[in-house]
C-alpha cells in the first residue's frame, strides 16, 4: 500500500491487519502480515527486491511456517 494524499491509506492499512488479526484468532492458523505499507514505489521496490531492506513477503510467510511449525510441535 502506497501512501496518497487521503486517508485511505490509513483505512486500508488498518483494515488488513485487523483482517489478517482476526482470521488468525478465528482459524487459530498463524497468518503473517506481509502487507507493504510503504510512502514511494522506490520503498516498495526495496523490500520485495531484496534491496537494502529484507523481503517483507518472503519474511512474513518463513516467520508465520516458523509459528506454525512450534503449533505442531507442541501438539496444538
Given amino acids: 500500500m502506497i501512501r496518497g494524499e ?5 483505512y486500508v492499512c488498518g483494515e488488513a491487519a485487523r483482517g489478517i488479526e482476526q482470521v488468525q484468532l478465528d482459524t487459530g492458523v498463524p497468518c503473517g502480515f506481509g502487507v507493504l505499507t510503504v510512502d514511494t ?3 516498495a521496490l526495496e523490500r520485495v527486491t531484496g534491496g537494502s531492506k529484507r523481503d517483507t513477503g518472503r519474511s512474513a510467510a518463513e516467520a508465520a511456517l516458523a509459528a506454525l511449525a512450534i503449533k505442531r510441535k507442541l501438539g496444538l
Fill in 41 to 43: 514505489m522506490d520503498q
Fill in 6 to 10: 487521503t486517508d485511505h491509506y490509513q
